[in-house]
């Protein structure tokens, strides 16, 4: 019987629902890039400079953050191929805001765009993102997240095996002549064919986001998924070319449903969650390649930014002071050449 496909749309952040619910802040000093957010103005879900700073204040020592791709801000006009380029001119400005208001967070001092890897004047546009960031231009993310039982509702839709376009896998080779890496949001069961990508371009530095999304959602259980998945991380973790992101679990993908309590998770509740990804992709890739990310604000729907990283820390509680600081802000650091 064939898959009926089912869109699952994000739930948005709920100020008042996520008010109903505080924590005081675990190790306040400690210093965290956060490598993994977004910038939008979306119905329902504004996510721009005052928004971003609200959070990055609000109790944790958010030092900088890294923009990843999203859609936003393209150009409206001009060869198709580069509107792409409008988002980096779009959070470029935002940073530049940002560093005129002073404060100890650096952010967007990375910023992670899109190109379609598998067009033949790839390098131009690369150029060209890279001009329009002012120097803050890291990587490239091209959505590659499939599966037959969803309906996408990302800013890119990929075809059903993008990954395996000869195409893709030449853009994939090129990115390390402009000093760039990739972004992989994908779903779990295409982590081998990811493997079998960084395999291929080993010099190409590669981020797994979001864990390489577990599913849970119908046809998928996640008692089923999860040692199909962990067993398909273990072998990606060969790879050395290959980091991995901690977090992303809230997507409403993920199943774990924190947005339908009557209040928010504590960060107790969302450590014990998640604990057996964080712990399995640590003990794979190690601390020096995994790094904790907010996904704000598509998170924000199911947790607050304080309460999030709160987790992450009682995850992190039996690390020792080197990991913890890689975990938290050295990997990141490194991957995405921030300097902090």
Request: proline share 8%; glycine share 8%.
């Amino acid at each position: 019987m064939p898959v009926q496909a089912k869109e699952y749309p994000r739930p948005l952040p709920r100020r008042e629902w996520l008010g109903k619910l505080t924590e005081e802040i675990l190790e306040p000093e400690l210093p965290i890039v956060d490598p993994h957010h977004h910038l939008w103005d979306h119905p329902g879900s504004r996510y721009l400079l005052d928004e971003l700073l609200a959070d990055c204040n609000s109790g944790h020592n958010i030092v900088a953050t890294v923009f990843i791709q999203c859609g936003s801000g393209y150009r409206t006009s001009g060869p198709e191929e580069f509107r792409c380029i409008g988002e980096s001119e779009f959070v470029r400005a935002i940073a530049e805001e940002g560093d005129r208001r002073g404060g100890r967070t650096k952010i967007c001092a990375g910023i992670v765009s899109f190109a379609d890897l598998r067009l033949d004047n790839l390098d131009a546009v690369l150029a060209g993102q890279i001009a329009a960031a002012g120097g803050r231009f890291r990587g490239i993310r091209q959505i590659a997240a499939y599966d037959p039982a969803i309906i996408s509702g990302s800013s890119y839709v990929p075809t059903a095996g993008l990954m395996e376009e000869p195409a893709f896998r030449r853009g994939m080779r090129r990115l390390p002549a402009h000093d760039l890496t990739f972004e992989a949001w994908i779903y779990h069961p295409q982590i081998p064919t990811l493997t079998a990508v960084a395999r291929e371009a080993p010099e190409t530095k590669i981020v797994l986001n979001h864990f390489g999304g577990p599913l849970a959602v119908p046809p998928y259980k996640r008692s089923e998924v999860f040692p199909v998945w962990r067993a398909a991380i273990k072998e990606l973790a060969r790879c050395p070319n290959v980091y991995v992101k901690l977090g992303g679990l809230a997507m409403i993908v993920n199943a774990f449903d924190f947005h339908l309590g009557p209040l928010p998770p504590s960060s107790g509740e969302l450590a014990n969650a998640w604990r057996p990804y964080v712990e399995a992709c640590i003990e794979d890739f190690g601390a020096g390649r995994c790094m904790f990310e907010s996904n704000f604000p598509v998170d924000k729907g199911a947790c607050s930014y304080p309460v999030l990283f709160n987790a992450f820390k009682r995850l992190a509680s039996g690390a020792s002071a080197a990991e913890k600081a890689n975990l938290f802000a050295g990997t990141a650091s490194r991957f995405y050449r921030l300097g902090v």
